[in-house]
């Protein structure tokens, strides 16, 4: 039974690993850059897309090869946020309408 995967080797130096042996020297680089924020977002998925990857590239780790998750993440992030909103406004008891 295999153990815990491998942490990318930026993960390890960012945690400030102190064992530079367990340190993968030939490690395949990751594309570098910020990736392009889908246009099907809404707009809090957008801000929260712009405030998420700022944060990735200042730690250098965005990647336009994360576009897909973070999509998703920013999606998730905005129903959260509208999900919320309501519950502050209506409360947690939802009425339904009755059925015939």
Known sequence: MP???????????LHGEKNRDRINQNEPPVPEGVPDCPG????????????????????????????????????????????EQKVQEDGFVMLSKDKK
Do not use: F, N
């Not at 153990?3 to 130096?13: D, E, S, Y």
């Open 3 to 13: 153990g815990p995967r491998p942490k990318p080797t930026k993960t390890k130096l």
């Open 40 to 83: 099907h977002l809404d707009a809090g998925a957008r801000d929260e897309w712009g405030r998420i990857c700022a944060d990735l590239q200042a730690m250098g780790l965005s990647s336009p090869v994360h576009r897909p998750a973070l999509a998703a993440y920013c999606t998730a992030y905005s129903r959260w946020i509208d999900a």
